[in-house]
């Protein structure tokens, strides 16, 4: 698990999230390629987050990395992530 860490936020990536992110890249054709996370919006139960498949990060950005993939988060993204993990789960039809 990669721990980014930097003025006291805290982002945890897990090795299925790292794994899952490269096999989606490759499928996609997209190697070298990375993740950016970002805020959509916000409702009564906090925010809600995208993610895009990009070639590079956008300026402000962070970059964290996970065994050679690259995920973008700007900053004030990465806040609001303080102290989450990136993670994927797959159970049967239920995949992200």
């Not at 805290?10 to 890249?25: F, H, P, R, Y």
């Not at 988060?73 to 989450?84: H, I, P, Y």
Request: aromatic letters at 10%; one cysteine or more; glycine letters at 12%.
């Amino acid at each position: 698990m990669t721990i980014y860490q930097e003025a006291n936020i805290m982002v945890n990536i897990s090795d299925a999230a790292a794994v899952k992110s490269k096999e989606i890249l490759t499928a996609e054709g997209k190697d070298g390629w990375g993740f950016r996370f970002f805020t959509s919006g916000s409702s009564c139960c906090g925010p809600s987050y995208g993610i895009d498949i990009v070639e590079s990060a956008v300026e402000g950005d962070e970059t964290l990395e996970k065994d050679g993939v690259k995920f973008f988060v700007d900053a004030t993204t990465l806040e609001s992530l303080q102290g989450m993990e990136i993670h994927f789960v797959d159970e049967g039809d239920k995949q992200g």
